[in-house]
């Protein structure tokens, strides 16, 4: 196979098509941002709302037993939860408390 296909400029466009053609990335961030408007002026706000976490329905359960100066990986392990999503709700239960 000859050397002159695997030429640095030709493997960088196989990489990323869009880096050959300026404009054509222009333009898809130009029609991303504008669809992000949109959707923004129909809805109101994206993202999630407080409540859409299937692990807000347990946030409570955790926070009490975090009062209770359990460890997070023993209330994972009673829960179901995994160790992060625990730190989570405690974290932001400590984000709204504003410390």
């Not at 493997?11 to 504008?34: E, F, G, M, N």
């Not at 959707?39 to 993202?47: D, F, H």
């Not at 407080?50 to 946030?59: C, L, N, T, V």
Request: hydrophobic share 35%; proline share 4%; with cysteine.
């Amino acid at each position: 196979m000859p050397m002159e296909l695997f030429h640095e400029d030709w493997w960088s466009r196989c990489i990323d098509p869009l880096q050959s053609d300026p404009i054509s990335a222009q333009y898809a961030r130009v029609r991303a941002r504008d669809q992000r408007a949109l959707a923004r002026s129909q809805v109101g706000r994206l993202g999630r709302r407080p409540g859409q976490r299937r692990s807000d329905k347990k946030a409570k359960r955790v926070l009490d037993m975090r009062k209770v100066c359990l460890s997070y990986r023993l209330i994972d392990r009673n829960l179901g939860l995994s160790k992060n999503t625990v730190m989570d709700i405690v974290r932001r239960d400590t984000a709204d408390l504003g410390g």
